[in-house]
């Protein structure tokens, strides 16, 4: 026989499960649910192999230094792999003045996807390769130009297979794939020691910046990719990222360790980097961060091969582009 009291006891939980049921409803749990539907989107699966091929081909052009047949080669190359893959293909072409007065020709290639979308991304790496290896350990080398199969063609392979999985199946957002040229022709090493030679690196990039290849141009932010080749790639959050775009930063280092990517992507500061994504947040405003191999344990702060004749494509590790390129697709697809 039912007491009163139990009939109260009973009611009084009914009551108590619909209050946290409706509480459940409100508050942060919607945002769960977006978070986990974000989490539902599929991600293609990102081909090292492939990857890796696109870095063999534009270190067999040999050294990518501006003004030599190789660099012009290599440049109808990319412009026609990335026409191939669907893209809307722009050669920006110019001729700028490096730090000895030299009057460089120089091509940035950029490849639109869904041109017209508003909400956009931009993903960009240089394709050219340094003229001196003024880090080596030989001097005798210190005049020779590198493959940069890391410094270079790492960052362009990654951003090809990015093309051709965006071909295959389309994000939501737009993608732009900035291919920038004369970002190594810096000063050597011994040079110009006690200037400030920052305006010397990233030729391509500023020129861009200051002109772009569409009128009106802009992007939620942009993804500079430099030196993503080499083996245990390390990539702290490097300064100039974190003063101008730390919520990008966050967001992509957050990503690389939710899909098993934590011993590459660090939660710790870097150094600032003179690099292609400062000339692009100073002078078009646009948040971009760098994803660039640091090594607080080397000389230079780079990878060991850094501007030596050792960045061959014997120092290329697929497991490191996996990690960026896989990372980077996660990133994109998930944008809504
Ligand atoms: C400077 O050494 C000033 N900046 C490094 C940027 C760089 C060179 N990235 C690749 N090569
Ligand atoms: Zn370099």
Same mark, same amino acid.
């Given at each position: 026989?039912?007491? $009163?009291?139990?009939? &109260?006891?009973?009611?009084? &939980?009914?009551?108590?499960?619909?209050?946290?049921?409706? $509480?459940?409803?409100?508050?942060? *749990?919607?945002?769960?649910?977006?978070?986990?539907?974000?989490?539902?989107? *599929?991600?293609?699966?990102?081909?090292?192999?492939?990857?890796?091929? #696109?870095?063999?081909?534009?270190?067999?052009?040999?050294?990518?230094? $501006?003004?030599?047949?190789?660099?012009?080669? $290599?440049?109808?190359?990319?412009?026609?792999?990335?026409?191939?893959?669907?893209?809307?293909?722009?050669?920006?072409?110019?001729?700028?003045?490096?730090?000895?007065?030299?009057?460089?020709?120089?091509?940035?290639?950029?490849?639109?996807?869904? *041109?017209?979308?508003?909400?956009?991304?931009?993903?960009?790496?240089?394709?050219?390769?340094?003229?001196?290896?003024?880090?080596?350990? =030989? *001097?005798?080398?210190?005049?020779?130009?590198?493959?940069?199969?890391?410094?270079?063609?790492?960052?362009?392979?990654?951003?090809?297979?990015?093309?051709?999985?965006?071909?295959?199946?389309?994000? %939501? &957002?737009?993608?732009?794939?900035?291919?920038?040229?004369?970002?190594?022709?810096?000063?050597?090493?011994?040079?110009?020691?006690?200037?400030?030679?920052? =305006?010397?690196?990233?030729?391509?990039?500023?020129?861009?910046?200051?002109?772009?290849?569409?009128?009106?141009?802009?992007? !939620?932010?942009?993804?500079?990719?430099?030196?993503?080749?080499?083996?245990?790639? %390390?990539?702290?959050?490097?300064?100039?990222?974190?003063? #101008?775009?730390?919520?990008?930063?966050? /967001?992509?280092?957050?990503?690389?360790?939710?899909?098993?990517?934590?011993?590459? #992507?660090? #939660?710790?500061?870097?150094?600032?980097?003179?690099? =292609?994504?400062?000339?692009? /947040?100073?002078?078009?405003?646009?948040?971009?961060?760098? &994803?660039?191999?640091?090594?607080?344990?080397?000389?230079?702060?780079?990878?060991?091969?850094?501007?030596?004749?050792?960045?061959?494509?014997?120092?290329?590790?697929?497991?490191?582009?996996?990690?960026?390129?896989?990372?980077?697709? %996660?990133?994109?697809? !998930?944008?809504?």
């Amino acid at each position: 026989m039912k007491t $009163c009291a139990t009939i &109260i006891t009973r009611s009084s &939980i009914f009551i108590f499960l619909l209050i946290i049921i409706a $509480c459940n409803n409100t508050n942060q *749990p919607s945002e769960k649910t977006n978070e986990e539907k974000k989490a539902k989107i *599929p991600v293609p699966s990102f081909n090292a192999d492939s990857a890796y091929t #696109f870095v063999k081909q534009q270190v067999d052009f040999g050294p990518r230094v $501006c003004n030599t047949p190789a660099h012009e080669k $290599c440049a109808g190359f990319l412009a026609e792999k990335l026409r191939s893959y669907g893209a809307k293909v722009a050669v920006q072409e110019g001729l700028v003045a490096a730090y000895n007065g030299t009057q460089l020709r120089i091509k940035n290639i950029i490849a639109s996807y869904k *041109p017209s979308a508003m909400s956009r991304v931009l993903i960009l790496s240089h394709w050219d390769s340094r003229p001196y290896a003024d880090h080596d350990p =030989d *001097p005798k080398n210190h005049d020779k130009p590198i493959d940069g199969a890391n410094d270079g063609a790492s960052g362009v392979g990654v951003i090809l297979e990015i093309a051709r999985q965006v071909s295959i199946s389309s994000p %939501t &957002i737009g993608v732009d794939l900035l291919l920038v040229d004369a970002e190594d022709y810096g000063p050597p090493q011994d040079q110009m020691k006690n200037e400030d030679t920052s =305006d010397w690196w990233g030729l391509g990039t500023q020129y861009w910046a200051k002109q772009q290849h569409a009128a009106g141009y802009s992007a !939620r932010y942009g993804i500079l990719l430099d030196m993503v080749g080499a083996p245990n790639a %390390t990539f702290l959050m490097e300064a100039v990222s974190m003063n #101008f775009a730390p919520s990008v930063v966050k /967001n992509i280092w957050s990503a690389g360790n939710n899909i098993g990517y934590s011993d590459y #992507f660090i #939660f710790e500061q870097g150094g600032a980097i003179t690099d =292609d994504h400062l000339f692009i /947040n100073k002078i078009l405003n646009l948040p971009t961060i760098d &994803i660039i191999h640091l090594d607080r344990t080397s000389q230079t702060g780079f990878y060991p091969y850094w501007h030596t004749v050792k960045d061959d494509i014997q120092s290329i590790d697929k497991n490191t582009l996996k990690a960026v390129g896989q990372t980077l697709l %996660t990133v994109i697809y !998930r944008e809504q």
